[in-house]
């Protein structure tokens, strides 16, 4: 769901781990579910996108893993680098609907 | 290949002045058009989508309206900025049936003073 009126939680990894940032959704209907990364001063950019009929999807050195059983999304960076620093969001909505919904968004901070 | 184009980058406009933000489009036809609104260290805030030309969703009440005069032309106007209007303005686009995957330009910084 939307949380505009929080302050962003962050994630602090050191470069080369492994970071999982996590999302919880609230409408059930809910099919189609996608991360996006903003660098700041930038637009977000889409990063991998799941629909509700999987559970797991994977990218080039991320992953997303969903549970509609209690409602969870999750990105999973691989071998973390500085240039993943930046601010994710997920989004969700059902196909057929005219907008989507993000979530507040984790600041994902790589310490060399 | 699709294109969206936001401007002007950055904008700072004095309380009780007019506001006029332009997006286009291109590269596809009929597009859904958004336009959120994104506070300094903050999540996106869906302030208008358009899923055709004259079409326009308001989600929340406020200072600001939307027009969509051309299919791939979206504006956000105000006729008096207030203070609280300042933030990180981001135009976006999708296409039915693509699972609404959203394409957003590169954003407006809006500070009124």
């Known amino acids: 769901g939307e949380s505009v009126g929080l302050h962003l939680p962050t994630l602090s990894v050191q470069e080369g781990d492994n970071s999982i940032i996590n999302c919880a959704y609230s409408n059930s209907a809910s099919d189609y579910f996608i991360w996006y990364k903003q660098e700041s001063g930038k637009g ?6 799941i629909r509700s009929n999987m559970d797991k999807r994977q990218g080039q050195r991320v992953t997303v893993l969903l549970n509609k059983t209690v409602k969870h999304l ?10 993943d620093s930046a601010v994710y969001f997920c989004a969700e909505n059902t196909i057929s609907s005219g907008d989507m919904r993000f979530g507040a968004g984790t600041r994902l901070t790589v310490k060399p | 290949s699709q294109t969206i184009h936001q401007w002007p980058a950055t904008l700072v406009q004095p309380v009780g002045s007019p506001l ?3 997006c286009t489009v ?8 958004y336009w959120y609104r994104q506070a300094a260290g903050r999540g996106l805030q869906l302030l208008f989508y358009s899923v055709g030309i004259g079409q326009i969703s308001s989600e929340v009440p406020q200072n600001l309206s939307a027009s969509r005069p051309q299919d791939r032309q979206f504006i956000l106007s105000s006729k008096k ?3 609280s209007d300042s933030g990180f303005y981001l135009c976006a686009w999708s296409v039915w049936g693509q699972g609404e995957k959203l394409f957003f ?3 407006t910084q809006l500070s009124v003073l």
């Open chain 1, 74 to 83: 999750s990105l999973q960076i691989a071998a973390t680098q500085p240039g």
């Open chain 2, 105 to 107: 330009g590169s954003g």
């Open chain 2, 81 to 83: 900025l207030l203070l």
């Open chain 2, 20 to 22: 006029s933000l332009e």
């Open chain 1, 44 to 49: 977000p950019q889409f990063i991998i996108d």
């Open chain 2, 26 to 33: 291109e590269g596809t036809s009929n597009p859904n058009l």
